[in-house]
Nanobody, 124 residues
Framework: QVQLIESGGGLVQAGGSLRLSCAASGRTFSSYVMGWFRQAPGKEREFVAAIRWSGGSTYYADSVKGRFTISRDNANNTVPLQMNSLKPEDTAVYYC?????????????????WGQGTQVTVSS
């Protein structure tokens, strides 16, 4: 049974940084795509970043490119999301997701496994 647990959310001032982490268990994830999505109140869930566990190819939404970095830690089976230069519009609940053979990686409904989410609030 796949389990994804997010951590690292919190309150930060604009311009600050946060590091989210997704702890993945219950499966060998070498053939998986791991994604980060976010959902603000009253808005649809949107793609933030994704990484292919095998090979490490990364993908980013235009809105976070150059500010956020996704990676994977093979030893600990975690997927960190380093978020720098945060803006108030980054405020949302951030979710980790996983799936095999995901294409395109930006589509939430293609991911079968999801974490519970972690709140990120950026104050102006």
């Amino acid at each position: 049974q796949v389990q994804l647990i997010e951590s690292g959310g919190g309150l930060v001032q604009a311009g600050g940084s946060l590091r989210l982490s997704c702890a993945a268990s219950g499966r060998t994830f070498s053939s998986y795509v791991m994604g980060w999505f976010r959902q603000a109140p009253g808005k649809e869930r949107e793609f933030v970043a994704a990484i292919r566990w095998s090979g490490g190819s990364t993908y980013y939404a235009d809105s976070v490119k150059g500010r956020f970095t996704i990676s994977r830690d093979n030893a600990n089976n975690t997927v960190p999301l380093q978020m720098n230069s945060l803006k108030p519009e980054d405020t949302a609940v951030y979710y980790c997701a996983a799936g095999r053979s995901i294409l395109p990686v930006t589509t939430p409904k293609l991911y079968p496994y999801w974490g519970q989410g972690t709140q990120v609030t950026v104050s102006s």
